[in-house]
T-cell receptor
Framework: ETGVTQTPRHLVMGMTNKKSLKCEQHLGHNAMYWYKQSAKKPLELMFVYSLEERVENNSVPSRFSPECPNSSHLFLHLHTLQPEDSALYLC?????????????FGPGTRLTVL | GQQVMQIPQYQHVQEGEDFTTYCNSSTTLSNIQWYKQRPGGHPVFLIQLVKSGEVKKQKRLTFQFGEAKKNSSLHITATQTTDVGTYFCAGTNSGYALNFGKGTSLLVTP
C-alpha cells in the first residue's frame, strides 16, 4: 500500500463515451502527476499539479482534461478517446515538485478504448 | 529535450546469475532515481543518486552514478525469482519533471 489509490482499476469505453479517472493520495503531498504507460514506450508524463495548480502540460491532446480540486485529489476526465489511448494511466504524488522528491505511484487504471 | 536511454530492453537470466541495466542521458542530470515495477504492478521507488560518482547498495543491488552525471547503472548480484520485473531509471536536469527511461524487463528462471 503506497498511500495512493486510483479508481477504477479497469475501464473499457467506447470512443464516444465520457469517463473520469480518480486518484487520491493520503500522504499529505503537495504535488500530483498523471502518467501514461503504453507497451514498449517509456512512462509519459501528462500533467503535473503543485498545490492544486497545473504546472506542466506535456502537449497532451484536449480529449484529456485534468482537474485537481484539492491537494489530495486528482481527476482525469476523458472524452472522445481514440483506440491508441488505450494504456495504463498512473497517478503519482510527491512531497513537492522538487526534482529530488520521490514519486509514489498508485496502482493505475487499465484503460481500453474500443 | 532531455532523453534517458536504457539498455538492454530485456534480459533473461538463470537464477543466481548477475544482472546489470544501464541508463544514459544526453544531458547532465541533477539526480537519478531508480524504480521497480513488478508484472501487473506499479513503479515503486528504489533509490536516488545525487552526487557525481556516487555508489549505493541495497543488499544485492548496487547503484552507481557516473562521474559526469550522464549515466547510471543498477547491478543485481545472484538474481532471485523475486527480482523479476521492469527496472526504470528516471532523471532530471534543470526542471522538476522526471524523465523515465523505457525500462529493462528482467526475467529470472529457476
Amino acid at each position: 500500500e503506497t498511500g495512493v489509490t486510483q479508481t477504477p482499476r479497469h475501464l473499457v469505453m467506447g470512443m464516444t463515451n465520457k469517463k473520469s479517472l480518480k486518484c487520491e493520495q493520503h500522504l499529505g503531498h503537495n504535488a500530483m502527476y498523471w502518467y501514461k504507460q503504453s507497451a514498449k514506450k517509456p512512462l509519459e508524463l501528462m500533467f503535473v499539479y503543485s498545490l492544486e495548480e497545473r504546472v506542466e502540460n506535456n502537449s497532451v491532446p484536449s480529449r484529456f482534461s485534468p482537474e485537481c480540486p484539492n491537494s489530495s485529489h486528482l481527476f482525469l476526465h476523458l472524452h472522445t478517446l481514440q483506440p491508441e489511448d488505450s494504456a495504463l494511466y498512473l497517478c503519482a504524488s510527491s512531497p513537492s515538485q522538487g526534482p529530488t522528491d520521490t514519486q509514489y505511484f498508485g496502482p493505475g487504471t487499465r484503460l481500453t478504448v474500443l | 529535450g532531455q532523453q534517458v536511454m536504457q539498455i538492454p530492453q530485456y534480459q533473461h537470466v538463470q537464477e543466481g546469475e548477475d544482472f546489470t541495466t544501464y541508463c544514459n542521458s544526453s544531458t547532465t542530470l541533477s539526480n537519478i532515481q531508480w524504480y521497480k515495477q513488478r508484472p501487473g504492478g506499479h513503479p515503486v521507488f528504489l533509490i536516488q543518486l545525487v552526487k557525481s560518482g556516487e555508489v549505493k547498495k541495497q543488499k544485492r543491488l548496487t547503484f552507481q552514478f557516473g562521474e559526469a552525471k550522464k549515466n547510471s547503472s543498477l547491478h543485481i548480484t545472484a538474481t532471485q525469482t523475486t527480482d523479476v520485473g521492469t527496472y526504470f531509471c528516471a532523471g532530471t536536469n534543470s526542471g522538476y519533471a522526471l524523465n523515465f527511461g523505457k525500462g529493462t524487463s528482467l526475467l529470472v528462471t529457476p
